[in-house]
């Protein structure tokens, strides 16, 4: 199994810009499709971006043009770069794992998921 990590979040003014980071271990993240989703206070979790083992990526369309996926498997990390925050942003951001031919949107295409970091944008 993959254990994933996340780091990266805080409490930021809207405009600015966080780098969230997804570290894996127990396995290679290369073997993965990998997926960033975030969670508003009494709101269901919702997908953000993700990036298939191959390299290529999907964003939403509301961090899209200011946000971007990216993954290093030589550090066993995704990261996703947010741009430009605004108070809508403001979640706990979770990175889920997953092995299946396609790379998904839905929470059940990910098998294994971090404990989340929290994002806070002030306006």
């Known amino acids: 199994q993959v254990q994933l990590t996340e780091s990266g979040g805080g409490l930021v003014q809207a405009g600015e810009s966080l780098r969230l980071s997804c570290a894996a271990s127990?396995?290679?993240?290369?073997?993965?499709?990998v997926a960033w989703f975030r969670q508003a206070p009494g709101k269901e979790r919702t997908f953000v971006a993700c990036?298939?083992?191959?390299?290529?990526?999907y964003l939403t369309t509301s961090v899209k043009g200011r946000s971007t996926i990216s993954r290093d498997n030589a550090n066993n990390t995704v990261y996703l770069q947010m741009n430009s925050l605004k108070p809508e942003d403001t979640a706990v951001y979770y990175c889920?794992?997953?092995?299946?031919?396609?790379?998904?949107?839905?929470?059940?295409?990910?098998?294994?998921w971090g404990q989340g970091t929290q994002v806070t944008v002030s306006s």
């Open positions: 990036i298939s083992w191959g390299g290529g990526t």
């Open positions: 127990g396995r290679p993240i290369s073997m993965y499709n």
């Open positions: 889920g794992a997953g092995a299946t031919s396609y790379v998904g949107t839905s929470e059940h295409d990910y098998n294994y």
